[in-house]
C-alpha cells in the first residue's frame, strides 16, 4: 500500500486495529482521533495515514508490520490456543485485531527458540517460503545427544536425502561442526521438523534448536521474547 494512499478514517482504524468498523464512529467522538492536529468525527472523511494520531501518536505501521522476533522456547506458532501459549501472545493484542492479521513466516517447533519472522504482508511471506521461489537460508545451531561424526557433512550436503514420508530429498544443506556435540546446519528450505528429521535419519537426536539467522536478519541482542522492526530488503 503507498504511502500516500487516501483512505476513510474508519478503514484506517479499523484495518490497524484500534476499533472495529462499527465502533469507529463512537471511537472517533472520543475525542482521542486527531487529523492534522484537529478533532475528526466524520469517519467517512478520506485521509493519509500520516495525518491521523490516536492518542497523540502516530497510526502503528500503516502501511504494512514487518518484525524479527527471538522466540522463546515453549511457545508455539499456531493460531490455536489449544495448541499452547502463541507467539502472538508476546506482541501488542491490538495487532491481532489487524485486517490482514499478522502470520509468522514459515514456523518454528514450540521447543525450537531463536528468529522468527512476522508480518502482515502475504506476497512477501510467500517469496521467502515458497519452494519455488525461496532463495533465503534459515541457520540452525543445533546441539545433539552424543558425538557427532563428519560424514554428516557429505551426507547433507549431497541432497539426496529421503526423510520418512517425504517424496523428494532434501536440498542439499551444509553442516559446520563446532565442536562434539554443537554444529550449524544452513538450510535454504524449510520442511516440517525439518532439522531433527535429517539428524534423526541418521541416528542423532536434536536437544535444543536455535535459529540464529533467517536471510540476513539475526536476533543478536534480543532477549527471548522480544522483537525489532525489520526492512523486507534486510531479509
Ligand atoms: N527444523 C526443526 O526440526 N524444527 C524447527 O523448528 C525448524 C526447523
Excluded at 484495518?15 to 463512537?26: D, E, I, K, V
Excluded at 472517533?28 to 495515514?49: F, H, I, P, Q, Y
Excluded at 502463541?86 to 517447533?109: E, I, K
Excluded at 546441539?143 to 554428516?152: A, M, R, S
Aim: glycine share 6%; net charge neutral.
Amino acid at each position: 500500500m503507498s504511502a500516500q494512499q487516501l483512505r476513510r478514517l474508519d478503514q484506517w482504524l479499523a484495518n490497524l486495529g484500534y476499533c472495529s468498523r462499527r465502533a469507529a464512529p463512537q471511537f472517533v467522538r472520543s475525542g482521542r482521533v486527531l487529523v492534522d492536529g484537529v478533532r475528526e468525527t466524520n469517519v467517512a472523511r478520506k485521509v493519509n495515514s500520516a495525518a491521523i494520531t490516536v492518542d497523540g501518536e502516530a497510526l502503528e505501521y500503516p502501511h504494512g508490520l514487518l518484525i524479527a522476533m527471538n522466540k522463546p522456547l515453549g511457545v508455539v506458532c499456531s493460531h490455536d490456543e489449544r495448541d499452547g501459549p502463541m507467539v502472538y501472545d508476546l506482541l501488542p493484542s491490538r495487532w491481532m485485531q489487524r485486517n490482514p492479521q499478522p502470520l509468522t513466516v514459515g514456523r518454528l517447533d514450540k521447543e525450537t527458540s531463536g528468529c522468527l519472522i512476522i508480518t502482515d504482508d502475504g506476497q512477501l511471506a510467500h517469496r521467502w517460503t515458497s519452494p519455488k521461489t525461496q532463495k533465503c537460508a534459515s541457520f540452525y545451531e543445533v546441539t545433539v545427544d552424543k558425538p557427532l561424526n563428519t560424514y554428516l557433512i557429505d551426507t547433507f550436503a549431497a541432497g539426496n536425502l529421503l526423510l520418512d514420508n517425504d517424496s523428494k530429498p532434501c536440498l542439499p544443506a551444509e553442516l559446520i561442526i563446532h565442536d562434539d556435540v554443537h554444529a550449524t546446519l544452513i538450510l535454504t528450505e524449510g520442511r516440517y521438523h525439518q532439522v531433527r528429521r535429517m539428524f534423526a535419519a541418521e541416528g542423532w537426536l536434536v536437544t535444543a534448536l536455535h535459529r540464529s539467522r533467517f536471510g540476513n536478519v539475526d536476533v543478536a541482542g534480543l532477549a527471548p521474547g522480544e522483537w525489532r522492526t525489520i526492512h523486507p530488503d534486510a531479509v
